[in-house]
Nanobody
């Protein structure tokens, strides 16, 4: 199983970006999915999460600006980021709780990270 994140880049303050993260491999089911970020010198923090039922939650710092969604037919989770601020600059990582075919255990998988830089 692999998670491939994409969509990062350089954007000016107030701009928008949409991150995508596609899971591939021998996947039986996907439970929770989410996005984390890690800025230089800081710990990795949860940005947004979404359950298999579609319920979502957000870090206080991104509420009202970011939106998480998922497309289960594509095994993909998205993060729409609007009104970006310089403090949103970080490497963004996706993760997913996945059950593989033939294995009962649900494991957490991580994507490789995508850089988001907000600067004028």
């Amino acid at each position: 199983v692999q998670l491939q994140a994409s969509g990062g880049g350089l954007v000016q303050p107030g701009g928008s970006l949409r991150l995508s993260c596609a899971a591939s491999g021998s996947i039986f089911s996907i439970n929770d999915m989410g996005w984390y970020r890690q800025a230089p010198g800081k710990q990795r923090e949860l940005v947004a999460g979404i359950t298999s039922g579609g319920s979502s939650d957000y870090a206080d710092s991104v509420k009202g600006r970011f939106s998480i969604s998922r497309d289960d037919a594509k095994n993909t989770v998205y993060l729409q980021m609007n009104n970006l601020k310089p403090e949103d600059t970080a490497v963004y990582y996706c993760n997913a709780d996945i059950r593989r075919w033939g294995i009962r255990t649900i494991l957490k998988y991580w994507g490789q990270g995508t850089q988001v830089t907000v600067s004028s």
